[in-house]
Each structure stands twice: as C-alpha cells, then as structure tokens.
C-alpha cells in the first residue's frame, strides 16, 4: 500500500477484525472442504433435489420481475411525486425490511390465506402454490429494491426531469427515456439485492406457501427437511446455493464494471 | 411581443419586446434575472402573460420555451444528436425525422462529426453548443439562456458569443438571455433590461443604457461613476475625476470627500476607489499617484467639471 506512512495498524482494531474476518470465513470454509464430492453428482441428480432448484430458479427470476415491475414505478412515487404522507407510505413500504420473516408469512395468511380476510373472498387459493411462494418472495424482497432504486433516483435528483419537461416531454416520456436510464445500475443492484433475499427466503416461504416437493418445496426448505434426515446432503444442498448465489453476484458486478 | 412575469413580492417585470430581438438581463445578484426565466418557463410559479395567451397555469412541458441552463445539463447517457433530437421527439416528430432537424442543427453549430459523442466527451464549448442547439430545435416562441457563458474559458466564450449572436438574429422568437457581464449585454443585445431587487430598472438600446445607467450595478459593470443629484443623476468617467488632497477651490458642486479603500493599476493608470458618498472611481496618471503620497487610508477631496459629466433624469423611461 502507498501513501503516507502514519504508523502500524493497533492491535486493538487489529484483532477484533481478524475475529470478524475468522467469524465469516471459517463457516463457509468448512462447508466447502466438508462438502462431500463423491456423492455430488448422486445428489443432484435426484429427482426431489432438481425440483426445488427449479422451484428456486423460477420463483427468484418471478419475484426479480415482480419487484421491478412493481418496485420501479413505487420508488419513483416516493423519490419523485411529493404527496401528502409520502413519509408515511415509505416507512410503511420498508416496514417488512426489518420484520421476521416468519411474521411476514403469519401476516400474508392471514391476509390472503384460505379464510384469511381477502383470501376467503377470492375464486383461487393462493397459499401452498407457486404464486404463493412468488408473493411470499416479493413481499420480503420488495422493500430492497425499492430502496435501491429510489436511491439511485434520488442520486441524479429532479434536474434532468426539469430540462426533459422544458424541452416538451410529458412524465411519462421523461420517466421512460430519462429518469430510467439514468437509474438503471440501481435498478440492477436493486434486481440483485432482490434475488439474493428471494434464494435464501425461507421463513415467510414455509409459513405462507409450505413444504411440498414439486409445487412449493424450495432450495432453503429443502435443506430444512434434508437436515435432519441426512446432513450430507443438506450440506451439498448448501454448497450449491452457495456458488449460486456468490457466482450471480460476482457476475452482475463484472456487467456494472463494463457499464461504467 | 409583450411578456409579463409576477411572482408576489420577489419579480415583477413586463417587457415588450419584438419578435426577433434579443433581450438581455441584467442586475446585481438576487436581482430576480434566473427567477424571471425560470417562471417563464414555469419551474418557479408565477403569473407569466406571454403575448396574448396566459401561461400562469400551463404546464412546463406545455409551455414553447428553449431553455439553455448555465451548467447545459445535457442528458448524460445520450449521445449530442440525441439529446438535440430530444425536444422534437417529445413533441410528437418522428425518430427519422426528430434525428434529421437535430444533425441540421449540429450542422449550424458547426459539431456534426461530434453528433454521436455523449456529453463527457464533449468541451465546455462544444457542449454549450449542443445545449443552445437542444433548445432552439423544439422551434420556441421564447429562448431562455441562463449565463451560457459563465465557467468557459474567456477564448471560448469569445467565439460563443460571436456564433450565438449569429444564431440568434436568425432566431424568429424572443430571447431573453440573463448575464452578469457587460460585454454579452454590449454586443448580443437589442434591448438591455436592468433588474434590481426584482423590479426593472431600466429598459433599452444597450448604447442608452450604457452612458445613461440608472443604477449602480450597471454603472459599475460600465465603469461610470453614478451620483445622484436631487431629480437627476449624474454619469462621469473616472479620468473625469481630479484628485487632490485639499479641498478644490470654486463653485463647483460637484466634490466628494473620503478615503483611499483601493488603489490598484488600471491600464496606463492608477485607479482609485474612493469610500465617498458613494463609491467612486477616479483615474490618474502614475506620477500623479506618486506626487500626492496616496495610499488606501488617506483622505482625498475628488471633482469633477460639470462639463465632463452627463447629467439626465432619473425616472426611470425607456419602456
């Protein structure tokens, strides 16, 4: 490292970093060395296992469009129309950011469960389906995105918006040929965020849409079951998520690196 | 064409001007210039009148203004032709046909090899540029430039200014371009429009305005002194001023009494900015400065002959 020389690093910000280094590693070190290769390919050929994969796969790629198409349009509501209680709606938008996911799932069946209050009424059930497990995943993922994206919205401000209207261009022109372009690594870091929080969702999952092999059953629920029947797989399950998921990340930063 | 704009209690200001004219604003700082242009185009609100039509409750994409901004704020992620072909697309043209009028006037400008360069890629002047061409392409009824020329270099603006001129006398609405230097309302203007603490001051032919100026900022920006004098007011030349340090002999009322604040070369000169009532300027020759001992601090009488000053009426006239 260069630079001025201002003296050695104290060891007592030294050691609690390494602890903190140690404490994150060490874990997923082990899961990787005790990863049980032979079996490997066994495992993931297994019928049970390429089910909740594709489960996975779809339902993160479902709620990743879920939130940009429903998140877009709400971040620029609270970055960019000043309304009355828009304070409000955005505390209450980023409530269930900090709500146990497993209250997220109690909240949704009771809201949109078979006899929950809007649930009952509607001509299709919800619950223990697909669209269960998309809804449970954007609802916990949603407030990420909405975050990010406003973010990058609120970053360029209002100016381009303004020279866009005095040049003749309605909102929603703006929005389209401006606003959004020049939001665009938000919204892909707010696609990432999202996707990562929806592979891992697990409590509100399991709590909304169940456990069942083939319709709801998921890489984390999955792992649940197969832990305690045979850790060796939950560990290879959780390999798997693993590279899945640090592989996606790595791969979106190389494209933000590019479109810099 | 008559413009009106009132913002309660900040501007308030109507001027006629003819189509094809070139109107520059002028004023101190906080004056109100950016305000006017920026309730004219409806991003301050206000009561605007523009000709006979009102603009007050128009929306800002409704409104015919090009508006040039004194950074240019061009769209960053579009290239120079996109960012001119913009404001017609926006207003219903074809894409074929939005790019075609947009490469026209990068052509006029003199930057068509740089249509497809986005704007980090572009220098301050070329960049201005684009931004003039971007607000005359949507054809308005009123141009809007904010100090196009503030933050580039002088040879630059120079230049600018020469092509901006040319463009403008082609242009067939009104422009009205707000600047705090003396040369832009010299050179680009028809009519000189002098706002101060949000009211105008004054109104006319650059020339008049610049012998006759009505207030100290453009006295100031002119290099004139500026006295008041009962109903009149008084313009003179520094080199006008005599400077000495007992009190003058004669008649004249025309002497003021203070201290040296400055005193700095000017030209072949010594100037000096006297602490009278008001401030003055006064002129005189190096050896002059020398024989009398100034230094800022010191007490001076200064006159000026009544012949050497034009004297005219303070109302404000011109409109």
Not at chain 1, 198 to 213: D, H, M, Q, R, V
Not at chain 2, 213 to 242: K, Q
Request: charge should be neutral; glycine fraction near 8%.
């Amino acid at each position: 490292m260069t630079g001025p020389r201002l003296g050695r690093a104290p060891a007592v910000l030294l050691v609690p970093a390494t602890i903190g280094i140690a404490l994150l590693v060490v874990p997923l070190a082990t899961l990787v060395l005790d990863t049980p290769w032979r079996t490997l390919p066994e495992h993931l050929g297994s019928e049970v296992v390429r089910e909740a994969l594709a489960i996975t796969a779809l339902s993160s790629l479902l709620t990743v469009i879920g939130c940009v198409v429903l998140g877009t349009p709400l971040a620029w509501l609270l970055a960019r129309v000043d309304f009355r209680g828009r304070r409000v709606v955005r505390a209450l938008v980023l409530v269930p950011l900090v709500l146990p996911p497993v209250v997220a799932g109690v909240a949704l069946v009771t809201a949109l469960g078979r006899s929950g209050l809007i649930g009952q009424h509607l001509p299709f059930s919800i619950p223990y389906t697909m669209s269960g497990v998309v809804l449970a995943h954007t609802f916990v993922s949603l407030p990420f995105y909405v975050l990010a994206v406003e973010g990058a919205l609120r970053t360029h401000g209002g100016s381009y918006d303004v020279v866009a209207a005095t040049l003749g261009a309605d909102r929603w022109t703006t929005f389209r040929r401006v606003t959004l372009p020049l939001a665009l690594p938000g919204v892909l870091a707010g696609s990432a965020l999202a996707w990562a929080r929806s592979l891992g969702e697990f409590g509100a999952t399991i709590t909304f849409a169940g456990n069942y092999p083939g319709t709801t059953q998921t890489m984390p629920s999955l792992i649940y079951v197969a832990l305690n029947s045979d850790p060796t797989v939950a560990r290879t399950l959780s390999l798997i998520l693993l590279v899945l998921s640090v592989g996606v990340l790595v791969l979106l930063r190389e494209r933000w690196a590019v479109g810099r | 064409m008559r413009v009106e704009v009132d913002i309660p209690g900040r501007v308030s200001a109507d001027l006629e001007a003819a189509a094809g004219e070139v109107v520059v604003v002028i004023g101190p700082n906080g004056a109100g210039k950016s305000t006017l242009l920026r309730a004219i185009a409806g991003l301050e609100p206000g009561r605007v009148r523009v000709g006979d039509d009102d603009w007050t409750d128009l929306e800002v994409p409704r409104r015919r203004v090009g508006y040039v901004f004194q950074d240019q704020s061009l769209f960053p992620h579009l290239s120079a032709l996109d960012n001119v072909a913009f404001g017609p697309r926006a207003r219903g043209r074809h894409r074929r046909e939005a790019e075609d009028l947009a490469l026209g006037w990068l052509r006029r400008f003199g930057i068509a090899e740089l249509a497809h360069r986005k704007p980090r890629e572009l220098s301050g002047g070329q960049a201005q540029r684009v931004a003039i061409a971007r607000a005359l392409a949507t054809d308005p009824d009123v141009l809007l430039l904010d100090e196009p020329f503030t933050g580039l270099d002088v040879s630059v603006q120079v230049a600018l200014r020469i092509e901006l001129g040319q463009h403008l006398r082609d242009f067939p609405g009104i422009a009205l371009l707000v600047t705090h230097d003396a040369i832009d309302a010299l050179t680009l203007a028809d009519r000189v429009l002098v706002l101060d603490e949000g009211r105008v001051a004054q109104v006319g032919p650059p020339a008049e305005v610049a012998a006759e100026p009505r207030t100290p900022h453009v006295a100031r920006l002119v290099g004139l002194n500026l006295v008041a004098d009962g109903e009149d007011l008084i313009a003179f030349t520094p080199d006008a001023v005599t400077v000495s340090l007992a009190e003058p002999e004669g008649s004249s009322r025309l002497r003021w009494h203070g201290p040296i604040a400055t005193l700095a070369p000017h030209g072949d000169a010594v100037r000096l900015l006297v602490h009278a009532s008001p401030d003055l300027l006064a002129d005189l020759t190096p050896a002059a400065a020398t024989e009398l001992a100034l230094v800022p601090g010191r007490e001076v009488w200064l006159s000026a002959k009544a012949t050497a000053v034009s004297r005219y009426g303070a109302a404000a006239t011109g409109r």
